[in-house]
């Protein structure tokens, strides 16, 4: 019997928590203002999306080969990270729109690089998936969407918080730009925790 409970609760928890996606999305709603920042989200989607179905069609294939890739992607993920929490440190604080990378391809590409999503497709279709509904291609599909919707909703609602926020991060732009890069940090050490 599929454990709908245990599997939305890892889902929720894992998507919820601070992640470069998460951490993005509420620092280009700040920036820019919700609306502005939906090409942003949307690629988010698309790319998690991607990202979902490629974990579940490759589980098996990629659960055997972890040891081997689960280092070096690691390792890249923590690179991007920093880089995004050094380039997050030095803003200034103006708002602008050109120091916002928001756009649609952005979103999508930082989805291919993020191994917190890797690990969350991975986990979930091993753990709670595979074991009930390893012979149903439709259903696998529909949870592979079901994670990157998950995952989206609560991107959606921190760039929600950022939006809200804007004229606070605007008055307070060093010091808030000083805590979302040590909430990078801490994304990139928690990786190897």
């Known amino acids: 019997m599929f454990h709908w409970i245990n599997f ?22 700040g920036r820019v203002g919700l609306k502005k920042s ?4 949307l690629g988010i989607w698309v790319g998690f999306s ?7 069609v490759l589980s098996s294939v990629l659960n055997a080969l972890m040891p081997l890739i689960k280092t070096p992607m690691l390792m890249l993920g923590a690179a991007y990270m920093l880089y995004l929490a050094y380039n997050t440190w030095k803003r ?5 729109e050109k120091q916002v990378k928001n756009g649609f391809l952005s979103g999508l590409l930082l989805q291919f690089i993020n191994p917190k999503i890797y690990i969350y497709g991975m986990v979930s279709m091993e753990s709670y998936i595979l074991p009930y509904f390893h012979d149903s291609p439709i259903k696998l599909l529909g949870f592979a969407v079901l994670l990157a ?4 909703f609560f991107n959606l609602c921190w760039a929600v918080f950022g939006s809200v926020f804007r004229r606070l991060f605007s008055r307070h732009a060093k010091v808030i730009n000083m805590v979302m890069s040590l909430l990078l940090i801490y994304c990139a050490v928690s990786l190897f925790l």
Do not use: D, R, W
């Open 8 to 29: 939305l609760t890892y889902a929720v928890i894992t998507t919820a928590t601070p992640g470069p996606n998460n951490i993005m999305s509420m620092s280009n709603a």
């Open 38 to 41: 939906y090409p942003f989200n």
């Open 50 to 56: 991607s990202v979902m179905i490629i974990c579940t």
């Open 92 to 96: 200034t604080g103006e708002i602008g």
């Open 149 to 152: 919707s998950i995952g989206c």
